[in-house]
């Protein structure tokens, strides 16, 4: 009797600790959900009050500004001497006939013609350069010298070339000197922002030292020119030996005649350490072979 006892006093003791034990469980689920939704609404706010700020801070500026408004305007790309015209646009808030407009290039002044209320100039640019520039004015001997948002073109190159992104999602292998990879290859395409410069001819180009071992064309519908996501089914084996480097590239051409090529993947035999390339990896040749833009990994790693 006493056993029987001890044993539903034991099975009760079991019992109420489980029973403890899910109550736990349930009051710890109930307070991290309490306390992610507590941190979404803090989150909410602060994205609700930065975005006051910002508004706020933007209002002052404009209100502090001597400009009324400004613009650039992306032209052609010159194929032969490889630069873009930028055409930048300046209003002020108050013109008078003695009043001079400037901008300053990192130390290049270059005036602005008047036409009307508004101020212009017309200037070359290279794929790789980044604009910011100052605005001065001059009226009666009193100079004034102020930035404005609307004169910067932060990535000329996604202004003039088509966007690509590509992802790859597989499983890869190696042994018995075989590298095996099996999946599929997401490309994200788009035209470019400006000239609607598009792609004519894309293909998934393996090789092994820089030396192409295999070429594969992709294939996209007539509505590529609005940009779409191809996928490229992957299934491949290649003999690899020790100390050597395979890389994966998407290479592309597009309606201007520069070859762009974008790092898929990249194995290095016999290495202990490998990674994936950063999303960002590209090279643009021009048509007379001359590069462009390449990718700066060293000194993305600084700025990021």
């Known amino acids: 009797m006493k056993k029987t006892t001890t044993y539903i006093l034991v099975a009760a003791l079991i019992v109420l600790?489980?029973?403890?034990?899910?109550?736990?469980?349930?009051?710890?689920?109930?307070?991290?959900?309490?306390?992610n939704t507590i941190n979404?609404?803090?989150?909410?706010?602060?994205?609700?009050?930065?975005s006051i700020y910002q508004n706020v801070d933007q209002k002052l500026e404009a209100q502090a500004s001597l400009i009324h408004n400004s613009t650039t305007k992306v032209g052609k790309l010159d194929i032969v001497t490889i630069t873009i015209p930028i055409t930048f646009t300046i209003e002020p808030k108050i013109v008078t006939e003695t009043m001079s407009v400037a901008l300053d290039f990192n130390g290049e002044i270059v005036r602005l013609e008047k036409s009307g209320l508004q101020y212009s100039t017309t200037k070359n640019f290279e794929i790789s350069d980044s604009i910011s520039p100052k605005i001065i004015?001059?009226?009666?001997?009193?100079?004034?010298?102020?930035?404005?948002m609307g004169l910067r073109v932060s990535n000329?190159?996604?202004?003039?070339?088509?966007?690509?992104f590509a992802r790859f999602s597989a499983q890869s292998s190696y042994g018995s000197n075989e590298y095996r990879a099996k999946g599929h290859l997401d490309i994200d395409y788009k035209p470019s922002r400006e000239n609607n410069?598009?792609?004519i001819d894309m293909k998934y180009v393996i090789k092994v030292d820089d030396e192409i071992i295999k070429e594969t064309p992709v294939v996209w519908g007539k509505n590529s020119e609005s940009g779409r996501i191809f996928t490229l089914d992957i299934d491949d084996k290649y003999s690899i030996n020790d100390g050597q480097i395979l890389t994966s590239n998407i290479v592309a051409v597009d309606?201007?005649?520069?070859?762009?090529?974008?790092?898929?993947?990249?194995?290095?035999?016999?290495?202990?350490?490998?990674?994936?390339?950063?999303?960002k990896q590209e090279k643009i040749i021009a048509p007379n072979g001359k590069i462009v833009y390449l990718f700066d990994e060293n000194n993305y790693e600084k700025i990021n």
Not at 137 to 148: L, R, S
Request: glycine share 4%.
């Open 255 to 279: 309606s201007f005649g520069f070859t762009h090529e974008y790092l898929v993947t990249h194995f290095v035999v016999g290495s202990n350490v490998q990674r994936e390339p950063y999303l």
């Open 197 to 199: 410069n598009t792609f």
């Open 17 to 35: 600790q489980l029973y403890s034990l899910v109550k736990i469980n349930s009051l710890q689920s109930m307070i991290e959900n309490t306390n």
């Open 40 to 50: 979404s609404v803090e989150n909410r706010l602060d994205n609700q009050i930065n």
């Open 156 to 164: 000329i190159r996604e202004q003039v070339f088509p966007f690509i």
């Open 137 to 148: 004015m001059e009226d009666d001997g009193v100079k004034n010298i102020e930035e404005h």
